[in-house]
């Protein structure tokens, strides 16, 4: 087996006396999706921002490229390739498509104190790349990232960490606020990733997004990893019963009946 890009190994995270992550076990390959699901509250956000260089775990070992490594700032995690696209794509809504796409690293023409900023050729490489990712409907470069729409943004904003050489993609909850037709632009997006060779994470709590490109799941419950599986391994119902503590409630239904059947079909009396 090749080794996974990146590695979580026995990682926990506390913040004083309240523990978040325990023991996250968790690998990611070249050209693959994880799907990382769980309910608000489940500790998705504190697994984001350790990987992606915010937080240090309190222990275990993150790895990237089958060595351990320790990210000082966020600015590491992303020069090391580790790039992470929020809800909204990160993006400046007054600003211009070229602009946004090359923010603080912006192209220049001229020389010595006669630079200055190359709109043309932002404009056409930051088109391009949307476009090379089949999002065709953005063709000029001078559009404001405001009037665009979210799943557009989104797409603008994988397609900039893929052009500045990510090799992991972290996606945190890049459908959550979009419609049908939108979220399925992102996630032809995610398959496109997945094609060209990023490791992508993709945090979420929709189990039909997840299903449509995922080739491994992570479940997390409280900060634990309740369940890790591959495609096809579980149902949607299944799945969906993990994350919403499903299981519990099946085992309460048992016990209800078990004392109905034991007390001429009385109800267990309600407990004050």
């Known amino acids: 087996m090749a080794t996974p890009i990146i590695e979580l190994e026995n990682v926990d995270k506390s913040f004083g006396p309240i523990d978040v992550l325990h023991n996250i076990n968790l690998r990611v390959h ?7 699901l769980g309910d608000n509250g489940a500790g998705k956000s504190t697994l984001i921002k350790t990987l992606a260089g ?11 490229d089958g060595k351990p490594v320790e990210f000082s700032s966020p600015k590491e995690a992303q020069e090391m390739g580790i790039a992470t696209v929020h809800q909204f794509g990160g993006t400046f809504p007054l600003m211009s498509i070229g602009r946004s796409f090359f923010v603080g690293v912006e192209p220049t023409k001229g020389w010595g104190p006669f630079k200055r900023y190359d709109r043309k050729k932002a404009n056409e490489i930051a088109v391009k790349a949307v476009q090379d990712f089949g ?18 943004r989104q797409s603008l904003a994988i397609a900039r960490a893929v052009h500045f050489g990510a090799r992991v993609l972290i996606l ?35 189990v039909m ?7 491994h799941f992570g479940v997390l419950i409280k900060g634990a990893l309740a369940a890790d599986f591959r495609k096809g391994e579980k149902s949607r119902e299944e799945i969906t019963d993990l994350m919403a503590g499903g299981e519990a409630l099946a085992d309460l239904g048992e016990e209800v009946e078990e004392y109905m059947a034991s007390h001429d079909g009385h109800a267990p009396p309600a407990k004050h």
């Open 30 to 36: 070249a050209g693959e999706v994880l799907c990382l």
């Open 172 to 206: 945190d909850e890049p459908t959550a606020a979009l419609g049908v037709k939108q979220a399925s632009h992102v996630l032809r997006i995610v398959l496109e990733a997945r094609k060209r060779g990023l490791a992508v994470i993709f945090i979420t709590h929709q």
């Open 54 to 64: 915010v937080h240090k775990p309190t222990s275990g070992t993150v790895k990237f």
């Open 135 to 152: 999002i065709t409907r953005i063709d000029d470069g001078d559009r404001l990232i405001g009037g665009l729409s979210g799943g557009e």
């Open 209 to 215: 997004h997840a299903m449509t490109v995922g080739d």
